[in-house]
């Protein structure tokens, strides 16, 4: 039986991205259909490289796809991350910028905030970290990088390139032992300058690591940019969880829409026996995103090698030669994040309605 284009795109029409809840023709996800007697072939575009429905989607393409008489499907797959509306007219070029927050310090924003950079440039994205702890940069250390001076081209400050993604820190700025006193107007202006003065480049994605606490940073970056969203990291405990429902009623607050929030330290699997230990008490996270109705991006364990590779800058090894009882969750963490990201920045604001009187 051969098959016609028209009907091909009927039946992709049938298909939906499982997260955009739209079909993949509407979408524009389609970029390419070739029709030889019963075989198929196209290119589906997706809204990222980190897309976590990849397989699902896969599945339903070909289902539809065979119902209508398709002996063979072959899927060449693209990625085009859609950037934040509004976003380019603030920083060029930058698609979309995430912040990592907690109400709490050391619950791990840094940690995740290096391992979803390093994971969303390994799925093949253009990604920038720009730490914007000024009290206590963490990040030239995590990325083995705390001896570079950036370098200055044009009146503009270059990102240091450190694993393959473009790094800023007050760290490369100031003397690793000195204490840095801040007040409002001084955060204010570091932080834009980080932001209008560093040559970012193209990037799908711009992720901040903050400083703990609900303070000034937040507060400047909402005000200077169309933030993409917020993902706010917390531990299983109570205290901790009460901090993070802080910090989510200050991105409310601040208009910055809620990514998810990542469970860190969730538990914790002995190297020599395989045990799993809930040593903080595990999926309190899980319950309070439930309960406040907002994404929950995974549940990262307490692990040897994260701790280690933060401490001597070699986040790769997370990612290689780390076994699957911490890869699988940090790898789905960073899925999920990618594609609440695009779920976040497709949504355009509602057009205005025109009311004639
Ligand atoms: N999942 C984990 N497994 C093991 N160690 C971890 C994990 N997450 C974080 N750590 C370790 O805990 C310490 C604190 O983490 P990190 O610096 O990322 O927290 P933070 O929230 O950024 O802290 P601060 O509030 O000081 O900025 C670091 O030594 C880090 O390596
Ligand atoms: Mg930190």
Same mark, same amino acid.
């Given at each position: 039986?051969?098959?016609?284009?028209?009907?091909?795109?009927?039946?992709?029409?049938?298909?939906?991205?499982?997260?955009?809840?739209?079909?993949?023709?509407?979408?524009?996800?389609?970029?390419?259909?070739?029709?030889?007697?019963?075989?198929?072939?196209?290119?589906?575009?997706?809204?990222?490289?980190?897309? #976590?429905?990849?397989?699902?989607?896969?599945?339903?393409?070909?289902?539809?796809?065979?119902?209508?008489?398709?002996?063979?499907?072959?899927?060449? %797959?693209?990625?085009?991350?859609?950037?934040?509306?509004?976003?380019?007219?603030?920083?060029?070029?930058?698609?979309?910028?995430?912040?990592?927050?907690?109400? /709490?310090?050391?619950?791990? /924003?840094?940690?995740?905030?290096?391992?979803?950079?390093?994971?969303?440039?390994?799925?093949?994205? /253009?990604?920038?970290?720009?730490?914007?702890?000024?009290?206590?940069?963490?990040?030239?250390?995590? !990325?083995?990088?705390?001896?570079?001076?950036?370098?200055?081209?044009?009146?503009?400050? !270059?990102?240091?390139?450190?694993?393959?993604?473009?790094?800023?820190?007050?760290?490369?700025?100031?003397?690793?032992?000195?204490?840095?006193? %801040?007040?409002?107007?001084?955060?204010?202006?570091?932080? /834009?300058?980080?932001?209008?003065?560093?040559? %970012?480049?193209?990037?799908?994605?711009?992720?901040?690591?903050?400083?703990?606490?609900?303070?000034?940073? #937040?507060?400047?970056?909402?005000?200077?940019?169309?933030?993409?969203?917020?993902?706010?990291?917390?531990?299983?405990?109570?205290?901790?969880?009460?901090?993070?429902?802080?910090?989510?009623?200050?991105?409310?607050?601040?208009?910055?829409?809620?990514?998810?929030?990542?469970?860190?330290?969730?538990?914790?699997?002995?190297?020599?026996?395989?045990?799993?230990?809930?040593?903080?008490?595990?999926?309190?996270?899980?319950?309070?995103? *439930?309960?406040?109705?907002?994404?929950?991006?995974?549940?990262?364990?307490?692990?040897?090698?994260?701790?280690?590779?933060?401490?001597?800058?070699?986040?790769?090894?997370?990612?290689?030669?780390?076994?699957?009882?911490?890869?699988?969750?940090?790898?789905?963490?960073?899925?999920?994040?990618?594609?609440?990201?695009?779920?976040?920045?497709?949504? *355009? #604001?509602?057009?205005?309605?025109?009311?004639?009187?």
């Amino acid at each position: 039986m051969s098959l016609s284009n028209e009907s091909v795109l009927d039946a992709l029409r049938r298909v939906q991205d499982p997260e955009l809840h739209k079909d993949l023709v509407t979408l524009n996800m389609i970029k390419r259909v070739d029709v030889t007697g019963d075989r198929v072939s196209l290119n589906v575009e997706l809204t990222t490289p980190a897309c #976590p429905m990849k397989d699902q989607i896969s599945k339903d393409i070909t289902r539809e796809l065979k119902a209508i008489g398709a002996a063979a499907v072959d899927i060449e %797959w693209s990625a085009q991350v859609r950037a934040t509306p509004k976003l380019a007219a603030q920083l060029p070029g930058v698609k979309n910028t995430i912040a990592v927050g907690a109400g /709490k310090g050391g619950v791990g /924003k840094s940690t995740i905030s290096v391992l979803a950079a390093l994971g969303l440039h390994r799925d093949g994205a /253009k990604v920038g970290l720009l730490d914007a702890d000024v009290y206590g940069p963490s990040i030239p250390k995590m !990325l083995g990088i705390e001896n570079e001076k950036p370098k200055v081209r044009d009146d503009k400050i !270059l990102p240091i390139v450190a694993h393959g993604i473009r790094v800023m820190s007050m760290g490369f700025m100031v003397e690793p032992e000195r204490a840095v006193i %801040w007040r409002g107007p001084m955060i204010h202006g570091v932080i /834009k300058q980080f932001l209008d003065q560093v040559d %970012w480049g193209e990037l799908d994605y711009l992720i901040i690591d903050l400083p703990p606490g609900t303070g000034d940073v #937040p507060l400047t970056l909402s005000q200077s940019l169309p933030m993409t969203g917020a993902v706010v990291v917390c531990t299983p405990q109570d205290v901790a969880l009460l901090d993070a429902v802080k910090a989510l009623r200050m991105y409310q607050q601040l208009n910055v829409p809620i990514l998810g929030i990542v469970e860190n330290m969730s538990y914790f699997i002995a190297p020599d026996t395989g045990k799993e230990y809930d040593l903080f008490g595990r999926g309190g996270a899980k319950r309070a995103a *439930q309960r406040l109705d907002v994404p929950f991006l995974g549940e990262i364990p307490i692990n040897i090698n994260i701790r280690v590779s933060g401490d001597a800058g070699t986040p790769v090894t997370n990612f290689e030669g780390a076994d699957a009882t911490s890869r699988e969750p940090i790898t789905n963490f960073v899925r999920a994040l990618a594609g609440r990201i695009s779920v976040q920045s497709m949504m *355009q #604001p509602a057009p205005l309605e025109l009311k004639i009187t």
